[in-house]
Nanobody, 116 residues
Framework: QVQLVESGGGLVQPGGSLRLSCAAS????????MDWYRQAPGKQRELVAT????????YYVDSVKGRFTISRDNTKNTLYLHMNSLKPEDTAVYYC?????????WGQGTQVTVSS
């Protein structure tokens, strides 16, 4: 079992920044990839960014390229999402996801609201 706990969400004005964190615990040795997803009201959950746990290779959805940065600190077993130049359309619940060869695990989500 892997436990994921997100933090760092909140209310921010357009153009502002936030840093989300996802602390992983439990059987983390099997994790090979971690993702950030988001789900806005009335919309499907979408993949925002991906990072491999060992090599650090990354992927971003086009709508966040150049504004968001995914990173991980293996010493702290923590995943991050640095979000800059936030837009109202970035408003959503953001979820952390961890994948092993057998299962995938989800955090409880953290709300990000971009509004003036």
């Amino acid at each position: 079992q892997v436990q994921l706990v997100e933090s760092g969400g909140g209310l921010v004005q357009p153009g502002g920044s936030l840093r989300l964190s996802c602390a992983a615990s439990g059987s983390i040795f099997g994790i090979y990839r971690m993702d950030w997803y988001r789900q806005a009201p009335g919309k499907q959950r979408e993949l925002v960014a991906t990072i491999t746990w060992s090599g650090g290779s990354t992927y971003y959805v086009d709508s966040v390229k150049g504004r968001f940065t995914i990173s991980r600190d293996n010493t702290k077993n923590t995943l991050y999402l640095h979000m800059n130049s936030l837009k109202p359309e970035d408003t959503a619940v953001y979820y952390c996801n961890a994948r092993t060869t057998i299962y995938e695990y989800w955090g409880q989500g953290t709300q990000v609201t971009v509004s003036s």
